[in-house]
């Protein structure tokens, strides 16, 4: 069957250390993999984007690795701060229909100061 | 632009009873899209829409269920009757065609959290 894994539910980091988070899926031949970032109470916010043809992006402190062997994106957060406490999303995008999004349960990140 | 806008942000409604929700997406986005999000099953797509057409409702859970988007700037969602599982946070999100999608994502509303008692 499909599945799209995220790591433990929650992630505890001292401020200033980097954050990683993992996203695993089987059964899936995404043609690009998002994250994305959802506070309590709002929705999700679109952070970045890589393609299956990449293997890293960056953004700021935030940098997206995708390795389609392994079938896992890891996204990291460089000197984090307790401003980055959220939840975080990975979202598959499907060959079949690029217009369809298929969202990990995301895993919880608290920064603590 | 505003963003997507959906109302209301909270609804309580007793079993049996209908309920609408409604979804204002980005001025020229083409894609519509409903998602429901709850503790167990995490963030599911239910349907969506491009240029106003529906284009994948397997996710839909029943025929209680069914959405409308009868033009760019306007859809709803309607449970008719509700029950106490439909309880959740209903999300609607907007895009730009394919080949922007990629870059820019789907634009989220702040959802309708709904209760059914």
């Known amino acids: 069957s499909q599945k799209i894994e995220q790591n433990s539910e929650a992630l505890n980091i001292q401020e200033g250390k980097t954050a990683t988070l993992t996203c695993n899926y089987t059964?899936?031949?995404?043609?690009?993999l998002q994250w994305y970032r959802q506070d309590p109470g709002r929705g999700p916010v679109f952070l970045l984007l890589?393609?299956?043809?990449?293997k890293e992006k960056r953004k700021e402190r935030l940098k997206v690795t995708f390795d389609t062997t392994l079938k896992q994106s890891l996204f990291h957060i460089t000197a984090s701060q307790p401003a980055d406490s959220a939840t975080y999303l990975c979202?598959?995008?499907?060959?079949?229909?690029?217009?369809?999004?298929?969202f990990g349960s995301g895993t919880r990140l608290s920064i603590r100061p | 632009d505003a963003g997507v806008i959906q109302s209301p942000r909270h609804e309580v409604t007793e079993m049996g009873q209908e309920v609408t929700l409604r979804c204002k997406p980005i001025?020229?986005?083409?894609?519509l899209f409903w998602y429901r999000q709850t503790m167990m099953r995490g963030l599911e797509l239910l349907i969506y829409?491009?240029?106003?057409?529906?284009?994948?409702d397997s996710g839909m859970p029943e025929d209680r269920f069914s959405a409308k988007m009868p033009n760019a700037s306007f859809s709803t969602l309607k449970i008719q009757p509700s029950e106490p599982r439909d309880s959740a946070v209903y999300f609607c999100?907007?895009?730009?065609?394919?080949?922007?999608?990629?870059?820019?994502?789907?634009?989220f509303g702040s959802g309708t959290r709904l209760t059914v008692v």
């Open positions: 829409f491009n240029n106003n057409v529906p284009i994948d």
């Open positions: 059964n899936y031949s995404p043609a690009y």
């Open positions: 999100a907007s895009s730009h065609r394919d080949g922007d999608q990629a870059n820019y994502g789907y634009t």
């Open positions: 001025s020229g986005h083409d894609y």
């Open positions: 890589i393609r299956e043809n990449e």
């Open positions: 979202a598959l995008a499907l060959y079949s229909s690029a217009s369809k999004i298929i």
